[in-house]
Every structure is written in C-alpha cells, then in structure tokens.
C-alpha cells in the first residue's frame, strides 16, 4: 500500500513568486494534515481536513496560504506570494477516520530566496 | 495548552550502549504521547503511541517509551544502540479530543561504532 507521497519534495522560489504543494494522502484515510517545520524550530500544525472540509486551520500562518481538498482526496497548499520566512519543510499527514497515529510522507522543502 | 520539550538538540551514544531520548510534557488531562523519527531524506515515521494503560510502551526497531505521569515524562528508550538509529526523533502530544499533534523541536541521535 503506498504511503502519504507529496510533490515536490524541494522547491526554490524567488520572493514574491507562487508556490504549490501537493499531498496525495494514503487511500481511504479521510483526515489530512499540513504542518511545517521552520528551521530548528518544532513542527507545527498549519491545518486538518476532514474529508473536503477544513476541520481545524487555526495554524494557518496568514492569508498568503491557501489550502484546498476539493473531492475528498488529494490536498494542495499554495503559498502566494512567498515570503522569506516561508521557508521551511512542509509535511503532510494522513489517517484513518478515529484513527490515532497519522502517517506522514517525506515532506517538500521550501526554500524562499 | 498543551506542549512537549525536548532538552536536548543532541544525544551521543556509542553502539551496544543503551540510549535514552527524553521529552517532558504539558498538558490539561490526560494525554495521547507520540514518538517519531526521520532518517536522512525521509519522512517522519511512527515509532510508538501511549494512549491509556501499561506504562512502559514498546514499538517498532526495538525502541520502547516509558511514560511516567508524575514527572510528566514519557522519555524513549532502547537497550543496545545501533549506528542505523542516527536519526532525528520527535516527541509530540495530542489532546484525546483533537486531532492535532504538537511536536518538541526534535532530538538528533548520533550512534557511533
């Protein structure tokens, strides 16, 4: 069974271009997460969709970030415009409906130059 | 609100020797206790989960966490090192009543031969 899988795994982007991620999550898990991970710092929750909707985004940093399920399946986040201090790794996670751990993919990291 | 710390950036460890990663945490409840690891290029991977009952947890590569609720603690443990342990490892927290996991800043393992 494939795991969560996320494209591109590295992406270098000048300030003030636009940037999307892509999560395909592990089939038949309904809750997908994003998280980031700014340099040294924790990993932190950016937002949770249940199915199509978004259940939780109170980790959204800003309006500059947009994140879509549309369909249920695959998630986009799109970072517009980019800002330094966007860099980071940009993790995706996935699981089951109750289920307690969440499984991640490799991550896509996000330089902004 | 909850939290995890990680006291320390790094752990030295020589192989066959046991190693322990610890992590305190914080939090209002009763607490769902996470252990993940990335290798070099990979994704996070579950390592373990305390949600309810026997303190001492096993998981997978032969790590084990043992959780202890009057130091707040729930620090990862494996008996004999192995150089395929150098890895980053994360502690992270879940409140039962949510699905977001918070995360300490990561603890690098070095296991030398």
């Known amino acids: 069974e494939a795991g969560v899988t996320q494209f591109p795994s590295h992406s270098v982007i000048e300030k003030g271009q636009t940037v999307t991620l892509r999560c395909d999550p592990i089939?038949?898990?309904?809750?997908l997460y994003w998280y980031r991970r700014v340099m040294g710092k924790e990993i932190k929750f950016l937002l949770h969709f249940v199915k199509e909707s978004k259940q939780d985004e109170s980790g959204m940093p800003n309006n500059r970030f947009l994140a879509e399920r549309t369909g249920g399946t695959y998630s986009t986040l799109k970072v517009q415009p980019a800002e330094l201090e966007d860099s980071g790794v940009y993790f995706c996670?996935?699981?089951?409906?109750?289920?307690?751990?969440?499984?991640f993919g490799q991550g896509t990291r996000l330089t902004v130059v | 609100a909850q939290s995890v710390a990680q006291p320390e950036d790094q752990v030295n460890v020589a192989e066959g020797n046991p190693l322990t990663v610890k992590c305190t945490y914080s939090?209002?409840?009763?607490?769902?206790l996470f252990w993940y690891v990335q290798y070099p290029n990979r994704g996070l991977q579950f390592l373990l989960k305390y949600i309810t009952g026997d303190n001492l947890v096993k998981g997978s590569y032969g790590f084990e966490a043992e959780f202890n609720k009057s130091q707040t603690s729930f620090h990862l443990k494996k008996p004999s090192a192995l150089v395929s342990d150098s890895a980053l490892y994360f502690c992270a927290v879940r409140d039962p009543s949510g699905y977001a996991l918070n995360f300490g800043k990561g603890t690098s393992l070095l296991v030398t031969p």
């Open positions: 996670a996935s699981s089951q409906v109750g289920g307690l751990e969440a499984f």
């Open positions: 939090v209002s409840g009763n607490p769902y």
């Open positions: 089939s038949g898990h309904d809750n």
